[in-house]
């Protein structure tokens, strides 16, 4: 490793794409295990939303004694937001966490592999794509994986690691170590549509939007009955808002498309929503109000 990958303290530097409702939270997490790090977006708005959003979420930190002052400015005071993907040089590894698009991300590995070092690590938090797919783009696809966070990232423990078949033992072995290092526990699957958690998570909030779209009850008594009687911490509909309805049809779309089965079809309440704009909680519309 070189000079130049190390911030003040020695540690690797960590470039994040995409400042959205995942990338602000990686790079929060990132910042607060002390790694210097770089957030690119395409805009400035887009940068602007993610630091806000990030520096409240450190606010609720200190007010619940989660962190002290010092280290929430210390937190802030290592993210650089940028705009070109020439600040990722030096950067040792590179997490894409844009729009869950394909072809946008083939786009961005492009961009990421011409900008980084031979032998920077890069990963995709992507929530259902083709790791070895996506690894194809690259000229050197052994460094590529799957790392594989949740919502909301300061406060989900858990990482998937994701090895495409391209994908070299030690970048698997770095991107289990930085897991461990920035506090998550990681645990091992191989590619497939949707990995381990999404594979069983949204085929279960798309029927409850059946549930809903059938009439069969409310979405307030649909998140009620799942909380109370499944002991989930939040209703599936209210999840659904968390994650962006957006996200969540792409998702379903991805595992119809490649396990070609009928099972996997997104409703068609979900589609008119996104259709319509109702986001979810990005929106401040979903099945649920947020304004
Ligand atoms: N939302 C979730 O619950 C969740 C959970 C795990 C993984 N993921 C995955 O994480 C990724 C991001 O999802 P999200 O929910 O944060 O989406 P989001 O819509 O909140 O944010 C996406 C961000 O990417 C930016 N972007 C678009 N094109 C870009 C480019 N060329 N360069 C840099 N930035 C660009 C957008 O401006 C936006 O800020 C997706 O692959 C998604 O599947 C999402």
Redo the contacts with the bound molecule.
């Keep these: 490793m070189n000079d130049q990958k190390n911030s003040n303290d020695g540690k690797p530097r960590v470039a994040i ?9 990686i790079a929060q997490v990132c910042a607060l295990a002390g790694r210097q790090v770089i957030l ?4 400035d708005n ?2 602007e ?2 630091i806000a959003t990030l520096s409240g979420n450190l606010e609720r930190q200190v007010k619940k004694g989660l962190i002290d002052e010092a280290d929430r400015q210390a937190a802030l005071g290592r993210i650089q937001p940028q705009t070109h ?1 020439g600040a990722l040089a030096g950067s040792e590894l590179v997490i ?6 394909l072809e ?2 083939r ?2 590995l492009t ?1 990421i592999e011409e900008a980084t070092e031979s032998d920077a690590l890069i990963a ?6 083709s790791i070895s797919e996506l690894a194809s783009v690259l000229g050197k696809p052994e460094r590529f994986i799957g790392l ?4 909301p ?1 300061p406060v989900m423990t858990l990482v998937e690691v994701i090895r495409g078949l391209q994908t070299a033992e030690a970048t698997y072995a770095k991107a289990l170590a930085f897991a461990g290092q920035i506090g998550k526990t990681a645990i091992s699957v191989r590619n497939s549509p949707g990995f381990v958690v ?1 594979r069983i998570l949204c085929p279960m909030i798309n029927e409850a939007i059946f549930v809903l779209q059938e009439g069969l009850a409310s979405a307030e008594d649909i998140d009620t009955g799942m909380r109370l009687g499944c002991n989930h911490p939040i209703g599936p509909l209210a999840l659904a808002d ?3 309805l ?3 049809l ?2 379903l779309e991805t595992f119809h498309r490649d396990f070609g089965d009928p099972k996997y079809r997104p409703s068609t309440l979900l589609k008119e929503m996104v259709a319509a704009g109702y986001l979810g909680r ?1 929106s401040g519309r979903g099945f649920h109000s947020y304004t």
């Design positions: 794409i995409g400042a959205g409702t995942m990338g602000n939270g690119v977006d395409i805009s887009a940068l939303r993610g993907y894409e966490a844009a729009s869950e698009n946008l991300k786009q961005i961009l995709s938090n992507t929530s259902s794509l594989h966070f949740f919502n990232v999404n968390l994650i962006g957006d996200t969540l792409a998702i990005k």
